[in-house]
């Protein structure tokens, strides 16, 4: 596989300009990593994912495996992927299991399919809480080659990673992450699963206050994840969690699953990533998707603003933006704001802040600039009706707001600026943005809030808040690579038995590709049954080759191992049952 890798390697555009602070979660895919194993596993769920999902799952999942290259029998080369993608204006990237939802949508906004490499085990083999290439692969891929699909993807991921989060948020982000790679990694005690499954469980039950980054996760859960598509009493599937799973795929067909038809009132219906869903959503189309999704979008601070939108910013105690009605961009981690009839006078930020005007930031107002904070008063000012934004360069200069003029302005709410203008900073459309005064005093009532020893005083002009949004209006103006995981996925253990049974998954594989006849099916099942009783999906693979060259009695014998593993382990019956039928069915 190594030389997969190492020829015709093609990078995607879209990949290349992705920002610094997306790409610091890419990691190689390392194909070479995948075991025989691994490769089993990926087959099995393929093949009868396929064969299943040809009946219940959407068109454009049965179209899209075509389209995108995604191969059954083997796990799909990064590189190979993104060939085929760019023909349809998508890319995909390799990441190590869950990364942050902001993080996650925003490579969406990009139109980069965000992929976790690692493969369950075997053992996980229904369904997994944990990202991995079956689901991102097998689940997303697909789906995205139908345009309607894709472009609700994309606008998704753009308006998505605006949400504003909680602190909560973050917490619960990073125990779903540690729990999903507990869960998946080889012989953890069932005490410490139970432990921080308790944690997850108290997290989500006491979240407080919703945020905007919880309520569009929901949508993405019910649509993207989880989603229907057709009407509740006759539902295809189109969610990746659904298609990627040959366990949840077919339990969400029963009517043990409740189908509600999709809306707006899916962002507040929580889930719960541990167990199965025991209702999902039926959209009628993917046009209606993207209603819903504008709707919701309606409700964001990213449109509202307003004082709501800045004590959303104030709580969620982490870097966001704040646009005045003139386009000015303020971004930063914002800790005060003063309000008078409903309305916002004055906002404070703390330490480094950027000011910004069409996601560019301003000449001279970084964050070396701005590094203790960034306070203005905003509004109009008392008495008068035009606001400063609005005013011509003749008015301007009646009301004395020009360059050298000691000036006081007067806003309404009390907030007093005196001092004498430097400049003024306009934007394209000539309105004034910006103006700068030296020797100046800002209060408010009593309170002293800037002093003229702290330096030029930038007043932001504007008359309101009309947008505020999580993250930086320009992400050059701060250092976002600092992304260090909680916890990091946990490779698989190499024992001297697991290594010996790899060996036979892969002399199995190499004989059925008919690159190595060494080893014969008899002699391989022979060493399996002696030394590995216990493996299921190996004598599954056995069984296709002695029925494909028409051994009779080899094909009996498989039968009866098979017969004592299900006898052995119930819960394992069904998946051995469904293999066997898969090939019986593909001999006919």
């Given at each position: ?561 098979l017969n004592q593993i299900s006898e052995q382990r119930p819960n394992l019956s069904h998946l051995i049952e469904d293999g066997l039928e898969l090939i019986r069915a593909a001999?006919?």
């Open positions: 596989m190594s030389e997969i890798l190492d020829k015709n390697i093609e990078s995607n555009p879209l990949i290349d300009r992705l920002p610094p602070h997306l790409k610091q979660y890419i990691k190689p895919q390392n194909y070479e990593d995948y075991t025989p194993i691994n490769q089993a596993v990926w087959r099995y769920v393929m093949r009868k994912n396929v064969s299943y999902l040809s009946k219940v799952a959407h068109k454009s999942y049965l179209d899209g495996l075509k389209q995108t290259g995604i191969s059954i029998d083997q796990i799909p080369n990064m590189y190979g992927m993104n060939r085929i993608l760019k023909e349809i204006g998508w890319a995909a990237v390799a990441v190590d299991g869950f990364i942050p939802p902001a993080a996650f949508m925003e490579f969406q906004a990009y139109n980069v399919l965000v992929i976790a490499s690692d493969i369950r085990q075997l053992e996980h083999i229904e369904y997994t809480p944990a990202p991995d290439i079956i689901h991102e692969g097998a689940g997303h891929a697909p789906i995205i080659a139908n345009p309607e699909y894709a472009e609700y993807l994309r606008r998704f991921g753009e308006i998505g990673c605006k949400a504003i989060s909680s602190a909560k948020d973050y917490e619960l982000y990073e125990a779903v992450r540690k729990l999903s790679i507990l869960k998946e990694a080889e012989n953890t005690p069932e005490e410490v699963i139970q432990e921080i499954e308790e944690q997850v469980d108290y997290l989500q039950k006491n979240m407080g206050k919703t945020s905007e980054m919880a309520l569009i996760r929901n949508l993405h859960w019910w649509t993207v994840e989880y989603g229907l598509i057709g009407t509740p009493e006759n539902p295809k599937i189109y969610g990746a969690g659904l298609l990627s799973s040959i366990g949840e795929s077919a339990w969400c067909m029963t009517d043990a699953v409740e189908k509600i038809p999709y809306g707006p009132e899916a962002a507040h219906k929580e889930f719960d990533i541990t167990k199965p869903q025991p209702q999902l959503y039926v959209t009628p189309d993917f046009a209606f998707l993207s209603e819903v999704l504008e709707e919701f979008a309606n409700t964001m601070a990213l449109r509202t603003g307003g004082p709501e939108g800045l004590q959303k910013l104030i709580e969620s105690n982490n870097l966001g933006t704040a646009q005045l009605s003139t386009g000015l961009q303020i971004s930063g981690v914002f800790d005060e704001m003063i309000t008078h009839k409903g309305k916002v006078i004055y906002l404070q930020t703390q330490g480094p802040t950027a000011l910004a005007y069409h996601e560019k930031e301003l000449v001279g107002h970084g964050t070396l600039n701005h590094n203790r904070g960034y306070g203005t008063a905003i509004g109009k000012l008392k008495g008068i009706n035009l606001a400063i934004e609005d005013m011509s360069p003749k008015d301007l200069k009646a009301y004395k707001i020009y360059e050298g003029e000691k000036i006081t302005l007067e806003f309404e709410g009390d907030i007093v600026v005196t001092g004498k203008i430097i400049t003024g900073t306009r934007n394209l459309q000539g309105k004034i943005i910006l103006i700068s005064f030296e020797d100046c005093t800002v209060t408010h009532k009593e309170r002293m809030l800037f002093k003229p020893e702290w330096g030029v005083y930038h007043l932001g002009v504007g008359k309101k808040i009309t947008s505020a949004f999580s993250g930086p209006a320009d992400f050059r103006s701060f250092d976002l690579i600092h992304h260090k995981p909680g916890s990091e996925t946990i490779k698989a253990s190499k024992s001297e038995k697991r290594q010996e049974l790899e060996s036979l998954y892969l002399a199995v594989r190499k004989y059925r590709e008919g690159k190595d006849t060494r080893f014969s099916p008899q002699a391989v099942f022979d060493l399996l049954k002696k030394y590995h009783p216990e493996d299921w999906l190996l004598p599954v693979e056995l069984y296709e080759l002695a029925i494909d060259e028409n051994l009779t009695e080899f094909c009996r014998e498989i039968e009866e191992h001999k006919i």
